[in-house]
């Protein structure tokens, strides 16, 4: 049997003396002490009571056959939140008698550095890539007033914050919680409850996503919580998986909107028969080398493109870095296939970050200068030399546009 509260109560009105409705001792341990003799029936009609027959055996009996050594003690753990487990070895010989979570509290996670206090002290946030922190001590963990809470609740879209800012450009100061264990703890809750901030729930774009939501966040924060609905969220919805909606559909079908602020989002939902998981929100992940050749004189080789979705737009040559190489093989490579000509590459200039509507970039950059001056456009549609001051003069790539600045002031 589990030693609850409930059942340390009982035992103690037994070692006082009290004869207990046999109805009320039910389970293994009570069927053991008759059958030891240690519980006696006394009986009043058709109604059968439980008694001790000793109260000094009772106790005994309690300690050599489940470890209780002291009744009362054994109550007063049981009544603390968290106690420690040498004391618990003291009173009922089991580190491990109360069943509690080793570790309270929630995971932290940003891409900008954000400035905490925990117990009075500063604290800056800003994880390095593929880690995040752990509050363990959240109820002395606090956040100026202006940082939106914005709480994940897929693990890999926690983890991986960086490669989804584009969505949170417009709310300025972001912290992203996690709750932990993410099915059970609601020590995330109580810190949510105990701060003015603004929540944001970041969750999946499916009935089960707002269910979430609002019985265990709007119903507790009202307003001043609100679900993450991204401006695209149609589209989204109508390429998004229709085996997760019917299997969501009998627990959540007949939900209540208590946000009405969600009215839009789940007639959307019913009208496609379909739910989106918030992992499509984790851009893909490209990583380029770029060329920036350089002559003589200063003055800079942009491409344009030929083809695609940002065609006619001008670039630096270069591209993908294929497995086993360097970048400086990757970009003698590259420039090899699009102007069939060879390069020396001089130094590092930057790496551009630039998150695309459908793919994050990350732009490795290199100033190179060439080896032949023969040039042929395999690939591009045209090419041009441009001195610093006509840098500006031609629709750049975003991503490529980034640097213009650093190469004028070069």
Aim: proline share 3%.
């Amino acid at each position: 049997m589990k030693k609850t509260a409930a059942l340390i109560d009982k035992l103690i009105r037994l070692a006082g003396g009290e004869a207990l409705p046999a109805s009320t001792l039910k389970g293994d341990w009570f069927d053991q002490m008759q059958a030891d003799g240690i519980l006696v029936a006394v009986t009043h009609g058709s109604r059968k009571s439980l008694r001790v027959a000793d109260t000094s055996s009772f106790r005994n009996y309690l300690a050599s056959q489940y470890e209780i050594r002291d009744l009362e003690q054994t109550r007063e753990l049981l009544s603390h939140e968290s106690v420690d487990r040498a004391s618990q070895v003291e009173v009922t010989g089991d580190s491990k008698f109360l069943s509690r979570r080793t570790f309270t509290g929630f995971l932290v996670n940003s891409y900008q550095p954000i400035d905490a206090v925990l117990n009075g002290k500063p604290l800056t946030i800003l994880p390095p890539d593929g880690t995040f922190l752990f509050i363990a001590d959240y109820q002395h963990f606090g956040i100026p007033e202006d940082v939106v809470v914005v709480g994940v609740e897929n693990a890999e879209n926690f983890r991986q914050v960086a490669r989804q800012k584009c969505l949170f450009e417009d709310y300025g100061k972001v912290l992203f919680v996690s709750r932990y264990p993410q099915n059970q703890s609601k020590d995330l809750l109580q810190w949510l409850m105990s701060i003015p901030n603004r929540y944001v729930h970041f969750g999946d774009l499916d009935l089960a996503g707002v269910a979430i939501y609002q019985n265990e966040y709007y119903r507790h924060l009202g307003e001043r919580a609100s679900f993450f609905i991204p401006e695209d969220y149609e589209e989204r919805i109508s390429k998004g998986n229709l085996d997760l909606y019917n299997s969501q559909l009998p627990q959540y079908g007949r939900m209540i909107v208590e946000d009405e602020r969600l009215s839009d989002l789940l007639n959307c939902i019913h009208r496609y028969h379909r739910g989106y998981e918030q992992e499509g929100y984790i851009l893909k992940q490209i990583e380029v080398v770029a060329a920036i050749i350089h002559d003589a004189q200063g003055r800079i080789f942009a491409t344009q493109r030929g083809y695609g979705e940002w065609k006619d737009y001008w670039e630096y040559p270069g591209g993908k870095v294929e497995p086993g190489e360097t970048a400086e093989e990757a970009l003698k490579r590259e420039i090899r296939e699009e102007l069939s000509t060879e390069i020396s590459v001089d130094e590092f200039l930057c790496t551009v970050e630039y998150d695309y509507p459908a793919f994050h970039l990350t732009m490795h950059c290199y100033l190179c200068s060439l080896l032949t001056e023969a040039l042929h456009l395999n690939e591009h549609e045209a090419a041009r030399w441009l001195a610093k001051e006509e840098l500006e003069s031609v629709e750049w790539l975003p991503a490529d546009w980034q640097i213009i600045g650093l190469l004028k002031d070069g």
